[in-house]
């Protein structure tokens, strides 16, 4: 009797222990997929065509020097632009025998970014790339006072698909680089595009800090293994 109670007591211990995984199973289930759920319904990609550059007309350092003003650019001249961004080196130091590392920025040969222009009827990019170029030398070979070459008032606004702003790049002490020459091409028949590399003294970059505040909880970023909280 007593043989036939412990096997008793252990199927209902064995049968309360599959309850339990099952259970348990069932809440790991619906956890993961309310994870699921909310990595789907959340996620989100920027698009690399919402931005727009500008030349802020109304910026002083755009002010004729030698040269006539500058020409009105709109957001369409621009086909791409790839913005600067600094390069991080390692430093190490030697202690005796052990070596730490330390984070440097190389701007030894200072900050650069490239435009590509879309030349429209009028000769609008042409014309641009002479008033830059002008800045710096005349037509007469001589060069522009350092004060007078530089200019700021080049923006990039990146928006989202409604239009709103989520980040503007600003470029300050901006002077022209190098300009790759069109091809005229009767055999090509396609539109004229130019590619311009500006320096650039530093740039700021403003973001609209309410939407970059992750919505997700800590939590699932947490199991997820992409963090410590």
Known sequence: MALFSRKKDNLKSFVTRVINRREISNEILEERTRELNS???EKNIQKNYNFFVSF???DSSLKPVNTDPIPVIRPWHVKSITPPTYVIKKEPVV???LARSFPVADISDGLQYTIVFEED???TIAYLINW?????VTKDGFHQHPEDVKIDGINVRITDDVGADILRMVFFGNFILTADPATMDYADGTQTFYSVTFGCDFFDYEFNKTE?????PNSFIKKLG???F
């Open 39 to 41: 990595f789907y319904e």
């Open 56 to 58: 802020d007309e109304t």
């Open 95 to 97: 202690y005796g025998p």
């Open 121 to 123: 009827s009028k000769g």
């Open 132 to 136: 830059f170029q002008r800045r710096v």
């Open 212 to 216: 970059v505040v992750d919505p997700i």
């Open 226 to 228: 992409l963090g410590i």
